[in-house]
């Protein structure tokens, strides 16, 4: 009974031993994305196709808004009839405008993703050249960690290599 409980210590401090001689590091990979040279143009193209999306939405807005004054100004010198047919193409021009501006949003966020990943393909290869480079075991995410050592941090560095390693990432459109 001695030897087993001796040999259950002598394996708990082996395993003890081995878990605080790995090197463990943190980065902030959102900060990293948004920092990073390509990152930055990324962001900056999706932006600027997301606000002229929106002037689209304002022009559209703004010429229904006049469409429907109109139709309603002559509520009272038309039909009953022609009016609700009036109404009711307003309504179907407002609903096809809908349907595609919905498109446009959602392949304007696809591409965004799509593009993104390739960024963080890159990344990860980066990850795995810088972590046996300087002999790093893991390296985690920061926003997935409670707390830790500011020297730990290895987000400076970690970005200084993407802006040198990853001069470009193809846009999808």
């Avoid at 469409?67 to 009036?86: A, P, R």
């Avoid at 392949?107 to 300087?134: G, Y």
């Avoid at 960690?145 to 290895?154: E, F, Q």
Wanted: glycine content about 2%; proline content about 0%; charged content about 30%.
């Amino acid at each position: 009974m001695r030897k087993f409980i001796f040999l259950f210590i002598l394996l708990l401090v082996f395993n003890i031993k081995n878990c605080l001689a790995q090197n463990i590091y943190y980065a902030d990979f959102d900060s990293i994305i948004k920092n990073s040279d390509v990152g930055k143009k990324i962001i900056t193209y999706f932006d600027n196709e997301n606000s002229v999306l929106l002037e689209e939405i304002k022009k559209f807005q703004s010429q229904i808004k006049d469409k429907e004054k109109k139709i309603i100004s002559q509520k009272n010198i038309l039909e009953t009839n022609e009016y609700v047919k009036k109404v009711n193409l307003l309504q179907n021009e407002i609903d096809n405008f809908n349907k595609k501006n919905n498109k446009k949003i959602q392949k304007l966020n696809n591409n965004k993703d799509k593009t993104l990943n390739l960024l963080m393909i890159e990344i990860n290869k980066i990850l795995k050249e810088f972590a046996e480079t300087n002999n790093i075991d893991i390296i985690l995410s920061s926003n997935q960690m409670l707390i830790g050592k500011s020297n730990l941090d290895m987000t400076d560095k970690i970005l200084k290599t993407v802006n040198k390693n990853v001069i470009k990432i193809e846009i999808i459109k």
